[in-house]
């Protein structure tokens, strides 16, 4: 039996059935349990506009935070809100709208897009952003798990990465389609192969891609992409900039390989 690990739900378990008693979220979860699970993975982070001129299917730890106040930007104009993802009428949400979401994504009326990173510099930056700087609000629910393979915030970068690693690699054995989404694959976290993109940008050449996705919506850029280089939500400053050794790094590359295949890395 495999060491236990903090998975996100999966609608066809018990638990999601019986939270879905007392819980919104989860009841939206299982009400989405017939969906294409590629799909509906990404469903519960994907975003649409009220024009239907943009749908955003959102990974984590490539630097999303910016993309989404792109979003907000156009769908609110000169009002929109100072923190994104709140309730509005102009931005739909997956699990909270997941119906006009989805009937978006299998319609293709909008232009739907997505953003990747490199593997190596996705999976460091959550890393540092839970074990390094535990400046995280759910490192908690890891942190148990971490510590009972041997994790300790006396031990060094190195050794708590190694730890890591392993914790990932327990993770994608136990159930890969519902690790963390901070370090679960990138094919799983936007449905590559399920949803028919129009766009996957690339974090290492966002604004390009950015354009791309305005131009082929029609709408006029007219200082959007500037927003891009604001910094929202930054989690790679933390002090310890650690780089995987040689040897770890040849270890994210065999746990990431259909990422780097998916996305030309």
């Excluded at 890891?142 to 994790?151: D, E, P």
Aim: charged letters at 30%; hydrophobic letters at 40%.
């Amino acid at each position: 039996m495999l060491p236990k690990v903090k998975l996100e739900s999966d609608a066809n378990t018990l638990r999601v059935r019986a939270l879905a008693l007392v819980s919104a979220r989860h009841r939206n979860i299982l009400a989405m349990r017939d969906i294409d699970e590629r799909i509906r993975i990404a469903l519960g982070h994907a975003v649409v506009t009220e024009d239907r001129k943009l749908l955003f299917v959102r990974n984590s730890k490539v630097g999303s935070s910016s993309v989404i106040r792109v979003v907000y930007k156009h769908a609110m104009g000169d009002i929109g809100p100072s923190m994104v993802d709140r309730d509005c009428p102009e931005v739909l949400h997956g699990f909270r709208d997941w119906r006009p979401c989805y009937e978006a994504i299998m319609s293709h009326e909008p232009v739907i897009f997505s953003q990747v990173r490199h593997p190596v510099d996705r999976l460091m930056s959550g890393f540092r952003n839970f074990f390094v700087a535990k400046s995280h609000d759910w490192r908690w629910r890891h942190m148990g798990h971490m510590m009972r393979l041997g994790y300790s915030s006396r031990n060094s970068v190195e050794k708590n990465l190694d730890i890591f690693l392993d914790y990932v690699e327990l993770s994608f054995a136990t159930n890969e389609r519902y690790a963390d989404r901070h370090w679960r694959k990138q094919i799983h976290n936007i449905g590559y192969g399920a949803i028919d993109f129009d766009v996957i940008g690339k974090t290492e050449n966002l604004t390009a891609s950015i354009k791309e996705v305005l131009e082929r919506a029609n709408i006029p850029d007219d200082g959007l992409t500037d927003i891009l280089n604001e910094r929202h939500n930054n989690t790679d400053s933390v002090r310890d900039r650690h780089e995987p050794t040689a040897q770890q790094r040849r270890r994210i590359e065999e746990l990431y390989a259909d990422d780097f295949e998916a996305f030309s890395y």
